[in-house]
């Protein structure tokens, strides 16, 4: 089965910053991976698919990109709704989330 | 708007059976472009597929799960259910329903299941 690993597993930053969390794979899994937003006592949400693809809805601040078996989501500039736990997922073969990545005030 | 909504004891004794129920509204079971899934969330920590089952009742499991999972559907009420059995304390945690297409974009708001007797 497939492993997904986050880095960092915490994050500090502080509003209008640009962040970046990395998402690997155990192996290759194309582009067929998701990002979700979760926040405390809520599901996730989801925000990118297939690597790059922008849920409808989603603010246009929220990116991805890779292949293969590293990933990224960035965030251009980081805004106060966006302090929260954030998951990939791969799609590839059933189905393995990562361990998250929390964002919090720095 | 698509609804997702769990239900089901929120506590269950060791060594018994988990059985949660996923109603949709908004929107048809029955569609042919989703599955629907089950996925988890002990307290504090990541989360964990469970399985997702077509309205045909064609269903896959988690393989680490396999063993205990059953999912099942009821299209004449809109409704998905979650069996698990033999529960330790280990199955402590919030249970969602989710709308799957290639990955999870409707989600229900979860409920807690507490193993312990």
């Known amino acids: 089965d497939i492993q997904m690993t986050q880095s960092p597993s915490t994050l500090s930053a502080s509003v209008g910053d640009r962040v970046t969390i990395t998402c690997r794979a155990s192996?290759?899994?194309?582009?067929?991976l998701a990002w979700y937003q979760q926040k405390p006592g809520k599901a996730p949400k989801l925000l990118i698919y297939k690597a790059s693809s922008l849920e409808s809805g989603v603010p246009s601040r929220f990116s991805g990109s890779g292949s293969g078996t590293e990933f990224t989501l960035t965030i251009s500039s980081l805004q106060p709704d966006d302090f929260a736990t954030y998951y990939c997922q791969q799609y590839n073969s059933l189905f393995t989330f990562g361990p998250g990545t929390k964002v919090d005030i720095k | 708007q698509l609804q997702l909504q769990e239900s089901g004891p929120g506590l269950v004794k060791p060594s018994e059976t988990l059985s949660l129920t996923c109603t949709v509204s908004g929107g048809s079971i029955s569609s042919s472009s989703y599955y629907w899934g089950w996925i988890r969330q002990p307290p504090g920590k990541g989360l964990e597929w469970i399985g997702s089952?077509?309205?045909?009742?064609?269903?896959y499991y988690n393989p680490s799960l396999k063993s205990r999972v059953t999912i099942s559907v009821d299209t004449s009420k809109n409704q998905f259910s979650l069996k698990l059995s033999s529960v330790t304390a280990a199955d402590t945690a919030v249970y969602y329903c989710a709308r799957l297409m290639t990955t999870f974009d409707y989600w229900g708001q979860g409920t807690l299941v507490t193993v312990s007797s």
């Open positions: 089952i077509y309205y045909s009742g064609s269903t």
């Open positions: 192996q290759s899994i194309s582009s067929w």
